[in-house]
């Protein structure tokens, strides 16, 4: 098993262009998350699906747009990147039942110039 | 606010000894989860160990513990024997009932560094 996985691993972008990361998993896990990580400010929520076909916004939602594409996949999309944004991002996984036990991809580092 | 504080930013410890991360929390759910994740220098998020409220005793997975103290809102991560592959950013983190699917708070992590 692959586990979760996201491409890419690395982006630079200029401000104002636009990207999506693509996360996809296949352990059969129904809820699905996107972070963002900053020095000394740990994880924070971006956005969440609970289940294929339902996302909701988290801590951090201003800028990103997500798709449950299906179970498997789950993208987050910067349509107008800016400075603000660059930081590590970080999709994870949890099965039914077990919220608790999310497995992370590898993450995606990316700079806005 | 913050509702999780990591107050150790970075701390050495010799390999073979033990080491303790604290952690406190903030909530006014009488029911939330708290959980320790390790982050090596690769980037990835490893999921340790998993503390629920109601749990009557202090989990333990191999190495790793939790010491659980509610009436003090603090869930210290307690590695003994560390080894050298220890050596990672180690993040706290909870969820909240009202958090039903699974979201997390994490804190700003504590850096350990194991030597030898």
Redesign the interface.
């Known amino acids: 098993n692959a586990g979760v996985t996201q491409t890419p691993k690395f982006q630079v972008l200029k401000t104002g262009q636009s990207m999506t990361l693509q996360c996809a998993q296949d352990m059969n896990h129904n809820?699905m998350?996107w972070y963002r990580q900053d020095p000394?400010?740990?994880?924070?929520?971006i956005y969440?699906s609970?289940s294929e076909g339902t996302t909701?916004k988290?801590?951090v939602p201003n800028g990103y747009n997500v798709s449950r594409l299906n179970k498997r996949e789950f993208s987050l999309r910067l349509e107008s990147a800016a400075p603000s944004q660059t930081s590590?991002y970080?999709c994870?996984s949890?099965p039914i039942g077990r919220?608790?036990?999310?497995?992370?991809?590898?993450?995606t580092r990316l700079t806005v110039l | 606010a913050q509702k999780?504080t990591q107050t150790q930013p970075g701390m050495f410890v010799q390999e073979k000894e033990a080491v303790t991360l604290d952690c406190t929390y903030d909530t006014s759910d009488p029911s939330y989860?708290l959980?320790w994740?390790k982050q090596p220098s690769?980037?990835?998020?490893?999921?340790l160990i998993?503390q629920?409220s109601y749990d009557q005793q202090n989990a333990t997975e191999g190495r790793y513990s939790l010491n659980f103290q509610k009436a003090r809102k603090s869930a210290n991560l307690v590695i003994s024997a560390s080894q050298l592959g220890d050596s990672a950013m180690y993040?706290c983190?909870m969820?909240e009932v009202k958090d039903?699917?699974?979201?997390?708070?994490?804190?700003?992590?504590t850096q350990v560094v194991v030597t030898p």
């Open positions: 809820s998350y000394g400010m740990g994880l924070r929520l969440y609970a909701d988290g801590e590590v970080f994870a949890s919220a608790h036990e999310q497995f992370f991809g590898p993450g | 999780i989860g959980f994740y690769s980037g990835e998020m490893i999921f998993y629920g993040f983190a969820r039903s699917w699974g979201k997390l708070q994490f804190g700003a992590g």
